[in-house]
């Protein structure tokens, strides 16, 4: 089964630490990213410590190495257990955030194939599989691949093996979590939980893919 990873896009400092409050004992992951951080500063990861729940910094982050280097140590120095990056900038760019994300002890996870419609554009094809290839290679602790196409995660699986994989999409993109729950190591839910009028009942109702865990 899978670990249950909450994308709270909320923008509102109050709104999301109550849902975060609600939601955090159903949850294993809380992943946020640009609406949020953008809305409320970097420092405010520090007020999710009173949940101790991990937290993902989803910035998919894409620029050359030194840059990238620069955003990792500020996100792991924020508090955040694991970075987001995007592979299409390259080996360099990719091992830049690893190597950051391995010194503070914390993950680096590459974006093998993005969740929407408008994904398979580019990051389809072989796109995708070149991608997940690059994340094992630079040591990466794994990807981001679509629960909304099961088929692609399956795959991206054969060329990563063991490595771990986030999936998101599941709620309001369409995505089944039950159709993906054996084939990954974390499906990612934002709006279905976020934007419920009990966070913590819509964070409840995915317990059937956290079974064991």
């Known amino acids: 089964m899978a670990d249950l990873i909450l994308a709270l896009d909320a923008t509102e400092k109050k709104l999301a630490l109550k849902i975060a409050r609600a939601a955090a004992p ?44 620069l955003i990792a140590e500020q996100v792991f120095d924020a508090g955040f257990a694991s970075i987001i990056c995007h592979g299409f900038c390259g080996k360099d760019s990719v091992e830049a955030c690893v190597s950051v994300a391995e010194d503070y002890g914390g993950a680096c996870f ?5 969740s929407h419609p408008g994904a398979t554009a580019f990051f389809h094809g072989g796109a995708a599989e070149k991608i997940a ?25 054969k060329i990563v093996g063991t490595r771990k994989i986030l999936s998101p999409g599941v709620g309001a993109q369409g995505g089944d ?22 966070p913590a009942a819509a964070a409840r109702s995915f317990a059937h893919v956290r079974l064991g865990r």
């Open 26 to 69: 159903h949850l294993d992951a809380i992943k946020l990213g640009y609406p949020l951080i953008l809305s409320c500063g970097l420092a405010f990861a520090a007020e999710f410590e009173e949940f101790d729940v991990p937290l993902i910094a989803d910035f998919k982050v894409a620029d050359i190495p030194n840059t990238n280097r």
């Open 110 to 114: 590459v974006v093998a194939e993005m």
């Open 133 to 157: 290839e690059l994340a094992r290679e630079c040591g990466a602790d794994g990807i981001i691949a679509p629960a909304t196409r099961p088929e692609r995660v399956k795959a991206l699986r």
């Open 177 to 198: 979590a039950a159709a993906v729950a054996e084939i990954v190591d974390g499906i990612i839910v934002g709006r279905a939980i976020y934007e419920s009028d009990d």
